[in-house]
């Protein structure tokens, strides 16, 4: 048995065949081209999907199901996308039936940060485990709530969205959800490159060495402070302790078996997570011990795909 996982996307959509050791096998990919109504854009999906299962040269009867990673709010008992930001034209898109036309398969569809969390559970650095958050550090701040091994989305379909829990409301940085002091304004990726902007303004500094007149980016931060850089490693050790601030509201309010920390950060690995285990184990609730383990992300991209894939399998 096979399972279609596909990740919808502001600019590409990505379609991968799935087999039953949850490994990716055939892939196919095409430009979202966004300002186009829905019925276009998922028309050119259903044939991506049909697309893979030629390549593998089976057929629908070959296939449990098919499941969709949205940006946005979606509905999964409806098939429905009611709004996205990436997708301005879908609006109460019924996204199932709109698939069913082309293909005689069960069409699940969930948001992509949920199914990017239920990939890493399923069979990525948190397989196996029964209660798991997945934390996104990129751009912004994301992630999954994963409860039973099942997608936790809220009574109505919000939930997850981790990266707008405020840790400095008072003259914190403004959110573009509209608050102040939000994870997402000190945690992500973006959040550390402003900072280093900021950091290295009039001082002497190993990252504009490696920069060499291009612009910052994450690695370069961890290559100046791993080179002995002042700078760096004072600007990292802020990063870490934000961070980590947000991992342990988490671990305070849900207590999952694990944490794990993806996006691009997640590339540094143990020089991410160690520094982050450390903070943890300094300021956990009542001087209690560390039990979540936290660990960084394995599927990268491929998570999105295999967590919607396996949708059908987890409900
Ligand atoms: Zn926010």
Not at 68 to 77: F, K, S, T, Y
Not at 153 to 173: P, Q, T, V
Not at 215 to 229: L, V, W
Request: proline residues 3%.
């Amino acid at each position: 048995m096979y399972y279609i996982g596909v990740d919808l996307g502001g600019t590409t959509i990505k379609v991968g065949l799935i087999n039953e050791e949850y490994k990716i096998v055939q892939t196919a990919v095409c430009d979202t081209k966004a300002e186009r109504p829905p019925d276009e854009i998922l028309k050119d999906m259903a044939f991506l999907c049909k697309e893979v299962m030629k390549k593998e040269n089976i057929s629908e009867e070959d296939v449990d199901s098919i499941g969709i990673g949205c940006p946005g709010l979606a509905i999964p008992q409806d098939g429905i996308l009611l709004t996205s930001p990436n997708l301005q034209t879908f609006k109460n898109t019924n996204v199932k039936a709109e698939i069913q036309k082309y293909i005689n398969l069960p069409v699940y569809i969930e948001n992509d940060a949920n199914v990017a969390a239920l990939g890493e559970v399923i069979n990525g650095a948190a397989k196996g485990v029964k209660s798991a958050v997945v934390v996104t550090l990129g751009t912004g701040v994301g992630g999954g709530i994963i409860i039973d091994g099942k997608i936790y989305s809220g009574a109505f379909f919000g939930a997850g969205e981790i990266g707008h829990h405020s840790i400095l409301f008072k003259d914190g940085y403004k959110c573009g959800c509209g608050r102040t002091g939000c994870w997402e304004q000190y945690a992500s990726a973006t959040a550390l490159i402003r900072d280093a902007k900021i950091a290295v303004e009039n001082r002497d500094s190993k990252i504009k060495e490696l920069t060499n007149g291009g612009a910052i980016n994450a690695k370069i931060i961890f290559d100046a402070a791993q080179a002995g850089d002042e700078v760096a490693n004072k600007l990292l050790d802020q990063y870490f302790k934000f961070i980590g601030i947000g991992v342990l509201n988490l671990i305070n309010i849900l207590q999952p078996q694990m944490i794990v920390l993806g996006g691009g950060m997640s590339a540094q690995k143990e020089n991410l997570i160690n520094p982050v285990v450390k903070y943890l184990k300094e300021n956990m609730f009542g001087g209690l011990e560390l039990r979540t383990e936290i660990k960084a992300a394995d599927l990268g991209n491929d998570a999105g795909i295999i967590g919607a894939g396996l949708l059908g399998k987890s409900l």
